[in-house]
């Protein structure tokens, strides 16, 4: 195939929609099938269902679990950026860090939110206090 980057870099970029690689892959593999070169199909094909949709449910739930509120797009983008600071082990690293702070902004919105509602004017008042009416 003349064009295995582009074809690559496109695979990769689909992997963050739920069909991912395989609407590159596939028809890919088709394609050699109907030019004739059968063994690069079997090849491509073996090694999409072998290698990328197992890696894309095995390895994906170890790195961010079901429960994390990250986003496939966040995820990617965090993996792209662990890889350029940290090389290859921040692909992991990446995920990681942008899931602890995801988690730190969560947890001051929660404790801002707390602290905004204590100390505005209506909390202090209570509801079985007289009105202030300074002619009773």
């Known amino acids: 195939t003349p064009f295995v980057l582009l074809l690559t870099i ?13 609407l590159v892959a596939i028809p890919v593999a088709f394609y050699q099938l109907l030019v004739g070169n059968f ?13 990328v949709a197992n890696l894309d449910n095995v390895i994906r739930p170890m790195l961010v679990s079901k ?22 082990p921040g692909v992991i690293y990446g995920p990681v860090i942008m899931i602890i702070l995801m988690t730190l902004l969560e947890i001051y919105k929660e404790h801002f939110a707390i602290i905004q509602v ?12 007289a009105p202030d009416d300074p002619h009773p």
């Open 10 to 22: 496109l695979a990769i970029g689909c992997g963050v929609i739920p069909l991912g690689a395989s």
């Open 39 to 51: 063994w690069q199909a079997a090849v491509i094909l073996v090694g999409y269902f072998v290698v």
């Open 67 to 88: 429960e994390t509120p990250l986003s496939s797009a966040l995820v990617v983008l965090s993996g792209f950026g662990g890889l350029n600071w940290f090389g290859l």
């Open 118 to 129: 204590a100390s505005s004017p209506e909390a202090w008042r209570t509801t079985d206090s």
